[in-house]
């Protein structure tokens, strides 16, 4: 084999880990949660902490939804869903590299959400230089989040744990 041949094929091989690199880190966004108030914890489907502030790393999605419960002391418990952001540049990757992807990976969290226990909101922003924006769940949302919880054994801030 000469030597450009050689060459040719270690920019593919080269090109080929990249690509795959791009695609794996696609998979997963990381968001950070704070909350309005001391001592609330917030759980969300899939997520493995419940302390606030703290940062997540979530999976990418293209029909799925994270649902959330946060609770602090006596106050209702705060149920919803996750907006979520629609990334275009995960669905040009996807119908380059491999268009099946685009069924896992159109829609990822937020960078920032702030949880908001008292007055039942959620904010959330790209980045820290944007302003928030404010997202009260509507009602079937938060019993889609209150039913997910049930299911799994944590009912409101008396139950609350891990799950």
Not at 73 to 86: H, N, S, T
Not at 97 to 118: G, I, K, M, W
Request: charged share 20%; net charge positive; proline share 5%.
């Amino acid at each position: 084999m000469n030597q450009s041949k050689f060459m040719e094929l270690k920019y593919i091989k080269l090109a080929a880990c990249m690509g795959m690199a791009t695609l794996l880190a696609a998979c997963s966004a990381t968001t950070s949660l704070t909350a309005m108030h001391p001592d609330t914890k917030i759980y969300i489907k899939e997520a493995k902490g419940q302390d606030a502030p703290r940062t997540e790393t979530l999976s990418t999605t293209s029909f799925g939804q994270y649902e959330f419960m946060a609770v602090n002391g006596d106050q209702q418990p705060f149920y919803g869903v996750l907006p979520l952001k629609f990334n275009g540049g995960y669905l040009a990757t996807d119908i380059i590299f491999f268009a099946p992807a685009a069924f896992f990976n159109l829609r990822e969290v937020f960078p920032h959400y702030q949880f908001d226990v008292a007055n039942q909101s959620l904010k959330y922003r790209k980045s820290e230089r944007d302003n928030w924006v404010e997202y009260v769940p509507t009602e079937a949302e938060k019993l889609r989040a209150q039913t997910w919880f049930k299911k799994a054994g944590m009912q409101g801030a008396n139950n609350a744990v891990n799950p």
